[in-house]
């Protein structure tokens, strides 16, 4: 019951949460609310990847707590009962919930994020802009790949824009910032890129590239070609399929740092429910407490700190500052040391 109680309560805020981007979508965008009512919708199985490691941490706080604040562990205690033997059921838990879990990132959770996908493509085809997406490859326009790093309203921040070429070295774009102008009627986007550089082929020897700095450049992308079909984002992959891409990009020297870094954080996330249930029993015998709102609240504070870092591991990988595989699991690699800690001075105590 508390369980099902803390996953109702915080897919519920998490939607919340979810509406004012949605709202943008409608009112800048053009996307229908009949869209927007389905994109909601396939949005709960997505939260689950957030909800249910939370959820599990807050039902083991709220049960334990309960315990706790009724003396309920001080008489397990003088039964001549050890707190190790508690922890035994509570590992088999956290290890079901994390291969659960495993299971929604790499099946569930990606066929959800590629509905939400399927349900734009009309309004993708009509506003282009609609398509585009920060921290994500973009392969929708014929002919080029790009990643951007920040997006706000019209303007587009560290733009990166390959353009792979049969038999000829990738030529690469990179600038500080842009703008974009949706082409009124067509399936296009008007690019104005700000401060940047740009590989130009050699014209005396087309194989050879170099670098020309420019203040402002423009360039007009076409989806028109892409016959209806829409392309799979990093989070709408299954692991294999992200193996696949990552070993695509490789070659055709395009950096799948983001990708690896995704294909880690779908596998490092599936341990939450494991770490956060180890943390949940330790916490909820010290607190004592039996109040189901601050428990919940206490369960999100302890949570946090963990999604903030992995968060910002991520960002640090995709821009190449640390290296993916390894970064990715820091926040699985101090949880852990955590949770052991505070356990064996539970246990030992």
Request: aromatic fraction near 10%; glycine fraction near 6%; charged fraction near 15%.
């Amino acid at each position: 019951m508390p369980f099902a109680i803390a996953i109702g309560v915080l897919t519920f805020v998490f939607l919340l949460g979810y509406l004012p981007q949605l709202a943008n979508k409608v009112i800048n965008k053009g996307v229908s609310i009949s869209s927007v009512i389905m994109v909601l919708l396939y949005n709960i199985p997505v939260l689950l990847g957030y909800t249910l490691p939370i959820a599990a941490l807050a039902a083991v706080i709220l049960t334990f707590g309960r315990l706790s604040s009724d003396n309920e562990i001080i008489a397990i205690r003088a039964s001549g009962i050890s707190l190790q033997k508690l922890l035994a059921p509570l590992i088999a838990i956290g290890l079901l919930f994390s291969l659960s879990l495993l299971l929604l990132n790499d099946r569930v959770i990606p066929r959800a994020y590629q509905a939400q996908r399927e349900l734009l493509q009309e309004t993708g085809a009509k506003n282009p802009s609609a398509i585009l997406e920060a921290g994500t490859f973009i392969d929708d326009f014929e002919g080029y790949v790009i990643f951007i790093y920040k997006i706000e309203r019209n303007r587009l921040y560290n733009i990166r824009i390959y353009q792979p070429q049969d038999g000829k070295p990738t030529r690469t774009i990179i600038a500080q910032e842009g703008e974009f102008t949706p082409v009124p009627g067509e399936p296009k986007i008007l690019l104005k890129l700000i401060n940047g550089t740009s590989d130009e082929p050699d014209l005396r020897n087309p194989n050879n590239y170099y670098k020309l700095n420019f203040k402002q450049s423009f360039m007009t992308l076409d989806m028109s070609q892409k016959n209806g079909k829409i392309v799979k984002k990093p989070k709408g992959m299954t692991l294999k399929e992200l193996e696949q891409e990552i070993f695509a990009y490789k070659q055709i020297n395009i950096d799948p740092n983001p990708l690896i870094a995704e294909y880690h954080r779908k596998i490092s996330w599936a341990f939450a429910p494991l770490i956060f249930i180890l943390l949940g029993f330790p916490v909820a015998v010290i607190t004592h407490r039996r109040q189901k709102t601050a428990n919940l609240l206490l369960a999100i504070i302890f949570a946090a700190p963990f999604y903030l870092l992995s968060i910002g591991c991520q960002a640090l990988a995709s821009q190449g500052m640390a290296a993916p595989d390894l970064i990715m699991w820091l926040p699985n690699v101090i949880g852990g040391i955590t949770v052991i800690i505070l356990n064996y001075k539970l246990c030992v105590s």
